[in-house]
């Protein structure tokens, strides 16, 4: 029975535990969450930058090198010269813009009398036109004064033109020298390098730059040189350099020093320095210049006669009228030259009074002559007889006195009386004489115009 029950209990027990095994609803696993996969987009090519390392800059040059770049370039001819011209312009800006470092290099250049001529195309045949070096400057130099008379080396070949060739080549050309009011105009491309360097220590300014040029103005042996820093130094300090100028153009013009192969900026070189007296006015060389006035050649130093007669004015008759006196003054040019100025001061002075009236009175001297040396009292006439006419009363009154007296000295003389009466109007109305009051007396030129005879005063 107990085991009946024992069977019943565990079937009964298992029947329990199916129940509940069956009635117990079966757990479902959560769902698992599945992240979608992101798939990384391919990355964005990479720009490479190559880096190239930039070339140096090129060292700046120093002033010394640029000089001697100056020294070096090669002018040619033609277009190959206008290169180099505009070349020298860039490397001479190219220093001054440099200021105050340069002035140092560039005095210790002028100091050596280096030189190169602008102002000519060079010979390609000559290998050493483009450069002068007057011995390093060991023996003075002809860019350097030389007190002891030696001549060392070459300034410069060439005849000039450019800055020289602005003057002419005769008489002309030495009056313009002389007004140095001329050199200050600027120039394209310097004549020569020590001037372009002028123009540089001037563009750079200041005290340095001052005392450089007054150093060369007191070594210089050039002419042009001299007059070129009178104008410099005038601009820059109103008369603070006017004696050392004066002293530099008289040294040179009693010691003119030897210069080998001179361009033309050398054969004006007196011109230039009786200029500097000129432009100040200064009469402290007049005694020399009287006597340098007829040469030893017998021919008329006329650069003395203009400085004599501009600065000295009427007190000036006495000396010319003394040269034209001169037994050695044989050149009938010279004497008419001398001539002419003196009887600018008809009027004015005693001596040239005088030489009027001798003029009219020689008997060996054309009548046309004669009719000319008249004319010129009103300005006008032509040739070496030509003048301006006079606006000073005191003078025009002086002249119409000597004018009348003249005229009925010479009453008898029918063409010479014609020129008399004509000035006397020109001086007069203030007009001068005119063209056509001209064409009068010689007869519109066919018969007229010449010169014929000995100058005016006649004979020696």
Do not use: C
Not at 58 to 70: C, G, H, N, T
Not at 71 to 76: A, H, R, S, T
Not at 208 to 225: F, P, Y
Not at 402 to 425: E, G
């Amino acid at each position: 029975m107990k085991t009946l029950v024992a069977i019943i209990l565990a079937l009964g027990v298992g029947f329990a535990a199916a129940y509940v095994m069956v009635s117990k609803p079966k757990e479902v696993p959560a769902p698992v969450k599945v992240e979608p996969k992101v798939v990384a987009a391919a990355p964005e090519p990479v720009e490479k930058i190559v880096t190239i390392a930039a070339p140096a800059a090129p060292a700046e040059e120093s002033p010394a090198e640029i000089l001697e770049d100056l020294v070096n370039i090669k002018l040619g001819s033609g277009n190959a010269r206008n290169a180099g011209l505009r070349m020298v312009v860039f490397k001479l800006e190219t220093l001054s813009q440099r200021g105050h470092a340069a002035v140092p290099a560039i005095r210790t250049f002028i100091a050596r009398s280096v030189d190169v001529d602008y102002s000519q195309p060079q010979d390609n045949s000559n290998t050493n036109t483009n450069q002068a070096d007057a011995n390093g400057g060991n023996n003075g130099g002809n860019n350097r004064r030389n007190r002891n008379g030696n001549n060392g080396g070459a300034f410069g070949a060439g005849n000039g033109g450019g800055f020289a060739g602005g003057f002419g080549g005769n008489r002309g050309g030495a009056r313009r020298a002389r007004n140095l009011e001329t050199l200050s105009a600027n120039w394209v491309a310097p004549p020569s390098l020590r001037l372009g360097l002028v123009g540089t220590l001037k563009e750079i300014g200041g005290a340095e730059s001052e005392q450089a040029l007054a150093d060369m103005l007191n070594s210089t042996g050039r002419g042009v040189e001299v007059a070129y820093l009178t104008v410099i130094l005038e601009e820059l300090a109103p008369g603070k350099y006017r004696n050392a100028a004066v002293s530099a153009a008289i040294e040179l013009l009693m010691n003119p020093p030897a210069i080998d192969s001179p361009d033309r900026l050398d054969e004006l070189s007196k011109s230039y320095l009786y200029g500097v007296l000129e432009f100040y006015k200064d009469t402290s060389f007049a005694i020399n210049a009287q006597q340098l006035l007829v040469g030893k050649d017998g021919r008329l130093d006329q650069d003395a006669m203009d400085y004599l007669s501009n600065v000295m004015k009427d007190q000036s008759v006495s000396a010319l009228y003394a040269a034209y006196k001169n037994p050695a003054l044989t050149n009938q040019f010279d004497k008419i030259m001398v001539g002419r100025d003196v009887l600018n001061y008809v009027g004015q002075n005693s001596q040239a009074n005088q030489m009027f009236t001798e003029t009219l009175s020689n008997p060996d001297l054309d009548s046309r002559m004669k009719a000319m040396v008249v004319l010129q009292q009103a300005g006008g006439g032509f040739g070496p007889f030509a003048s301006e006419a006079p606006t000073d009363q005191k003078i025009i009154d002086g002249r119409l006195a000597v004018l009348n007296s003249a005229l009925t000295q010479f009453a008898n003389d029918p063409q010479l009386s014609q020129a008399l009466a004509l000035t006397i109007q020109g001086l007069q109305s203030g007009q001068g004489v005119q063209p056509q009051d001209m064409r009068q007396i010689f007869g519109g030129g066919r018969n007229g115009g010449g010169f014929g005879g000995p100058p005016p005063g006649g004979g020696n």
